[in-house]
């Protein structure tokens, strides 16, 4: 019992130094339009994305519920505590290596990859629910083609309504529209994004026999809402510097399409309790909103970049965290 509590310790303080990393790592990317066009200072645009993302995650538990019965079945997994911490190690260490490098990568792929790398290396391919697990994969592929579209379509909206306006007073009144979308969208993103760590520590604790229902507890709710606060305030300008300007030159009104484009999948997601990333969200509505003002103006280089490592983070973060289930079964098995 003492081994198996001191097991669930670590898996609560790395779930929340997983939210810390994901509060610098993703946050960046939904105020990095706010930041690039200078509608918010950089520290100004932080703090309301702090402040955001704690309310945000504090509203809802939908997501974390998905992640705790969508990938495997915590009461029929051997070693699963072992699992889970294997995979929160390797979630961590691949957020890390792609901020290192300033790309935005998929925290959600990264954790998601990582449990069933982990489950796979400790029972074998046959524990993972597939049903489930597909369709996370699912909502995480549709999502940013969504992103992509609505982007795509919103811009061309504002293009014809303001289409003869005057350019200096409408990106002057879309710099303060800004304000509110880049709240809205830290809003979206604490109500997706911290919940997969509060799934995390919940599946913990059901595995090892702490919970006996799949409710996210309270205090589970805020240390991940606080966390990720926290690491949104450290700031991500790596990320910021990709998603704002290497991307496409973002100007106001681009942003203001971007923003609202990202906040309503992100919202749509969670209100489904569906975990969807919002890196790829937010990144694929910047490049929509790019094609419909002009093809060339986005950077398809920076672009194919991107989605090179969507495409890999899935298979890499399953395989660091097998050898990490690998490492640690040595030790504590």
């Known amino acids: 019992m003492g081994s198996l509590f001191v097991i669930t310790v670590l898996i609560i303080i790395f779930a929340l130094v997983f939210d810390f990393i994901n509060g610098f790592h993703d946050t960046a990317n939904a105020i990095a339009t706010s930041v690039s066009t200078k509608a918010l200072k950089p520290r100004h645009a932080i703090i309301l994305a702090a402040t955001m993302n704690f309310i945000g995650a504090l509203t809802f538990t939908g997501v974390a519920k998905t992640i705790t019965k969508g990938i495997v079945d915590p009461f029929t997994l051997p070693n699963g505590s072992i699992v889970i911490l294997a995979a929160l190690i390797a979630a961590i260490a691949w957020n890390l290596i792609t901020w290192y490098f300033g790309i935005p990568s998929s925290s959600s792929h ?38 992509f579209g609505m982007g795509y379509v919103i811009y061309s909206i504002i293009k014809v309504i303001f289409e003869n306006a005057n350019l200096a007073k409408t990106n002057r009144r879309f710099r303060m529209v800004q304000v509110l979308t880049a709240a809205v969208q830290s809003y979206a993103h604490g109500t ?142």
């Open 110 to 147: 990264a954790l998601i990859g990582s449990i069933a790398g982990a489950a796979i290396a400790a029972a074998g391919i046959s524990h993972i629910q597939w049903s489930g697990f597909l369709g996370i994969i699912a909502a995480l592929i549709i999502s940013p083609l969504l992103a």
């Open 192 to 333: 997706n994004d911290a919940q997969k760590s509060m799934g995390i520590i919940t599946l913990a604790l059901l595995t090892n026999g702490y919970l006996s229902v799949n409710e996210v507890p309270f205090w589970v709710q805020l240390s991940c809402a606080t966390a990720m606060a926290l690491g949104t305030s450290v700031g991500g300008w790596r990320i910021i510097k990709t998603v704002g300007g290497k991307i496409m030159k973002i100007r106001p009104v681009n942003g203001v399409a971007a923003d609202l484009t990202g906040a309503t999948v992100i919202f749509g997601a969670t209100l489904i309790h569906l975990p969807v990333s919002t890196t790829h969200v937010i990144s694929s509505s910047i490049m929509g909103v790019g094609t419909a003002h002009r093809v060339k103006a986005v950077n398809w280089g920076t672009a194919k970049s991107m989605v090179i490592t969507w495409i890999i983070t899935l298979p890499i973060s399953a395989t660091i965290a097998g050898l990490a289930y690998v490492i640690l079964s040595f030790f504590m098995i």
